[in-house]
């Protein structure tokens, strides 16, 4: 078993940076590939950023390339999503989950069905 606790949420403006992060305890962290998914209100959760278990391989969804970028620190059991330039349409609620295996590749990268944990979710806001 695997938990997952995301932090770094707020309310920010347009143009702003914000860093989440993504706390794993439980069974290796380096066992896991991560990934990000986000749910805007009234919109079904989507994917955002992922990345293999080494770190070798992100993956993006194209409305967040060059905005965002996903890294780990396997030493610290944390996931982390850098956010800048920030847009409304970045208003979400932000899930980290965890894959076992550690592989990804460009489809299964971004189908909820590839994770196996999930947390709970961090709220970001931005307003204009």
């Known amino acids: 078993q695997v938990q997952l606790v995301e932090s770094g949420g707020g309310l920010v403006q347009a143009g702003d940076s914000l860093r989440l992060s993504c706390a794993a305890s439980g069974r290796p962290f380096s066992i896991y590939a991560m990934g990000w998914f986000r749910q805007a209100p009234g919109k079904e959760r989507e994917f955002v950023a992922a990345i293999t278990w080494n770190g070798g391989i992100t993956y993006y969804v194209d409305s967040v390339k060059g905005r965002f970028t996903v890294s780990r620190d396997n030493a610290k059991n944390t996931a982390y999503l850098q956010k800048n330039s920030l847009k409304t349409e970045d208003t979400a609620i932000y899930y980290c989950?965890?894959?076992?295996?550690?592989?990804?590749?460009?489809?299964?990268?971004?189908?909820?069905?590839?994770?196996?944990?999930w947390g709970q979710g961090t709220r970001v806001a931005v307003s204009s």
């Open positions: 989950a965890a894959a076992i295996g550690g592989r990804l590749n460009g489809w299964t990268a971004s189908k909820e069905r590839t994770y196996d944990y």
